[in-house]
């Protein structure tokens, strides 16, 4: 056990390093950003000096990125070029509200998706199973910002339910939460459905029909319990494809999130915050994927002989 | 097992109608674009002053309608489906024929660059590439050059991945141990023996990619990080278009129809192959 979650962990720090090697490279061909985010206007040496030096430019690539590494140890992103805030204050702001918005979704989306694909797996290979295969597809066949828009324009223009933006009250969650988990649910229906379909053809089932209990008993308290622990693993594991989804889907609905975050600071060219917020939400993605990995060894003994 | 074999009758009929539907989705969009040139020769770019922001069917010569400065969305639709088509068969060809040459020769002459190579395809794929890509695009600048390279250095490795596995199964078959008796070459066996029996999921991997390409892709492209967007897209379709979703919803409705059957379509075909080159449903999720 504990080689297994060695080689995990070992994993996770290379990936660590990979994502911030990258986001360190990525700045560092960005050409002068002193003089892009100046935009070439009347500027002293001294202000382009300052903004080399905020990103650590005019070290060397290795020591540039070892003080990059240093900050995220410490916690310290630097301070935005836009009103000098620390950028690690404006994630704190933003990250809830991202977080938030991916709970939500992944809730709803089990909700959804756990009924449909027992019905899926207990019709297999019949009329109701081929349509929520088909609807399944469907579901994986439109961009996840297109289906914001088309819950904006339903419900906020012409039902005039919902308010269209921001982040106020329980109803601002409705449509992200929802785009978000339909997106989802049409992976985690299939997801569902194999694992089910799995769980029901082991000889316990058959032990359990056997006796004579009742489909519904055979099926919730034996099948859906076990097929629990993998499905649970699946879905965490879509958590990078969820936070990468949310990240574009804030944008339609104004939401105050990371992706917010990141954005204004693209248009701005506020490098210090967007480097700070892409680093903390992929270093958010392979902690979660980390967990559930090694979460899935202590539970399922096989896993780890993979 | 007997349940695979004994397919039930409306099993088959949605095996037929995924080919059927996802031939017609595909097949027609792709012609409309091949042509798009013959049937809208002013590539969606002429303003009917007059007829600006027009409900669709309402008039034959513009169908679908008119965005804000009378350019006709139904042609825009289908020219903007030249980038997106483009962007997803060049970047699935690029990734494709990388990922499978390190594949085979990975797979066939193993060794520590096997090792090394499996070792760096794990940890990219745990890399959160839509983050990296806005990282990039955001501070390289964009275009849809910059975005198929991106596709391409993020999807190579499930090509080589795939078919390493692949070879690894194969090269102690007796077919290919066979071959290497009677002194065939390496290169030989790779490309005439190995090769072909590889094809297979290769090609649903394909299918399935071009379909997320084409996603992703009008994703960057909303974003402002994608194609240029004076160039008809759909991605920039839909970003222009939100902003008078109000006073407007055809310009915002209709590039998406555009972008969700044609991925259907290959979602679709997709799933048939998957279907038709692995019955067993063993590789199916």
Known sequence: MAGFILKRLLQAIFVVLAVTLIVSFAIRISGDPAMMIMG???????????????LGLERPFF???????????????????????????????????????????????????????????????????????????????FPNFWLAIMMVLLFSIVLGLLPPSGMEGLES????????????????????????????????????????????????????????????TYIGLQFGTLIGGIVIVERVFNWPGMGTLAFDAISNRDYPVLQGAITVLALFIVAINLLVDIAYGLIDPRIRTE | MAAAQAAPPSRRFFHSFELVLG???????????????????????????MARLLPPFQSPAHLFGTDPLGRDVLARVIVGGKISLTVGIVSVMGAVVIGTLVGLVAGYYRGVAEIVLMRFADIQLALP???????????????VDKVIFFMIVAQW???????RGSVLALREREFILSARAIGVGSGRIIFTHILPNVLGPIVILMTLNVANNILLESSLTFLGLGVDPLIPSWGGMLADGRTYLQSAWWVSVFPGLAIM?????????????????????????
């Open chain 2, 157 to 163: 490795v499930q090509y080589a991945r795939l078919v």
């Open chain 1, 40 to 54: 070439g206007g009347n500027v002293s040496e001294q202000d382009l000096r300052n903004i080399r030096q905020a």
């Open chain 2, 261 to 285: 059957f044609t991925v259907l379509g290959l979602n679709l075909l997709g799933d048939w192959l998957r279907d038709y080159l692995d019955p067993t449903g063993q590789s199916s999720t």
């Open chain 2, 129 to 143: 590439f839509i983050l990296i890509a806005i990282m990039f695009l955001a501070i390289l600048g964009t275009g």
């Open chain 2, 23 to 49: 031939l017609l989705l595909t097949g027609g969009m792709g012609l409309a674009v091949l042509f798009s040139g013959y049937l809208f020769p002013d590539g969606g770019e002429s303003m009917d002053l």
């Open chain 1, 173 to 232: 969650f409705v449509m992200p939460a929802l785009t978000m988990a339909i997106i989802l649910t049409a992976t985690n229906v299939r997801l569902v459905r194999t694992s089910m379909l799995e769980t029901l053809s082991q000889q316990y089932i058959m032990v359990a029909r056997s006796k004579g209990l009742r489909d519904r008993v055979v099926l919730y308290k034996h099948a859906l319990r076990n097929s629990a622990i993998p499905l649970v």
């Open chain 1, 63 to 141: 020591a540039q990125y070892l003080g990059f590494l240093r900050g995220i140890l410490t916690g310290d992103f630097g301070r935005s070029f836009m009103g000098g805030a620390p950028v690690s204050g404006l994630i704190a702001q933003a990250l809830p509200a991202t977080l938030l918005l991916a709970f939500a979704s992944l809730l709803t989306s089990i909700v959804l998706s756990v009924p449909l694909g027992i019905y899926a797996a207990v019709k297999r290979g019949r009329w109701p199973d081929q349509l929520i295969r088909i609807l399944s597809l469907v579901g994986l066949s």
